[in-house]
């Protein structure tokens, strides 16, 4: 998947997610690139090698994922969208792995039981869930919460990698295995992922990771894990404002 994922990344002329000891490598655009659902959210006949192009504006980019139709599957089970929420002038940004049930009927990330988790991890590190802004890497819901599919990650990759790129985060805080493997491209399990800081980018991003709710409200001893996570996230991010980083 890194390859792929690069290469999305680098057509949209943003920087990747590296981690510190990761060797270096050299990225090939695959064919599937062709595939992207941004070059043609609706119609899905984009001609090959098609590049994908940026939105300027978070309106524009909204409208896109609202009207993408680019995975047959989700498109037809889900209710609608999710695009990502919160304060697009944040400096966090909190990034899962896919909407669930109830983030579909809603239309927002992080909603539910797993969502009032979430906002309240984030206020235990003073971030009131307004400040940040939170998105999925899929913008459609899965059905029956499975596991969102390669290809599936693949094609909606692009419009994260455009949120990015507009917010222009400070920080990134990464929630669960599935969000943390697929934005650094690793099978690594969360275990020695997370507990480090990685970088995206020149200049660097922080990118810390930590677990998702769901699991957390699933296997409440590892909250103390979690914790510190969020402590070094937000150790990482008090030297970045201050200028110690
Ligand atoms: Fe489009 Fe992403 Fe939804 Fe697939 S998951 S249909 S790429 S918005």
New binding site residues.
């Given amino acids: 998947m890194r390859p792929l994922r690069n290469a999305y990344l680098d057509a949209l002329g943003i920087d990747r997610w590296v981690p510190r000891d990761a060797p270096p490598e050299i990225a090939s655009i695959p064919e599937t690139v062709a595939a992207s659902?941004m070059a043609a959210?609706v119609t899905r006949s984009a001609p090959a090698n098609t590049p994908f192009v940026p939105s300027a504006d978070w309106g524009t980019l909204r409208e896109r994922?609202a009207a993408?139709?680019?995975?047959a599957e989700?498109?037809r089970t889900?209710t609608q969208?999710v695009f990502g929420v919160g304060n697009t002038n944040a400096e966090w940004l909190i990034i899962g792995e896919a909407p669930g049930a109830e983030e579909d009927r809603q239309g927002e990330p992080f909603v539910g039981r797993a969502g009032q988790l979430l906002n309240a991890m984030l206020l235990a590190v003073g971030l009131p869930r307004e400040q940040v802004f939170i998105a999925n890497i899929?913008?459609?819901r899965p059905p029956g919460n499975r596991d969102p599919k390669p290809d599936?990650v693949s094609?909606?990759l692009p419009?994260l990698a455009n949120q990015i790129a507009l917010l222009k985060p400070k920080i990134i805080l990464v929630v669960g295995r599935i969000a943390a493997q697929t934005l650094l491209a690793t099978d690594a399990p969360l275990a020695r992922l997370r507990g480090k800081v990685h970088s995206f980018g020149e200049p660097a991003i922080p990118l810390v990771i930590t677990y998702h709710p769901a699991y957390l409200l699933r296997t409440p001893p590892d909250k103390r894990k979690a914790w510190e996570d969020l402590k070094l996230a937000r150790a990482t991010y008090s030297r970045i404002a201050t200028g110690n980083a």
């Fill in positions: 659902p959210p994922v993408c139709t680019a995975c989700l498109c889900r969208t899929l913008k459609c599936e094609r909606c419009f």
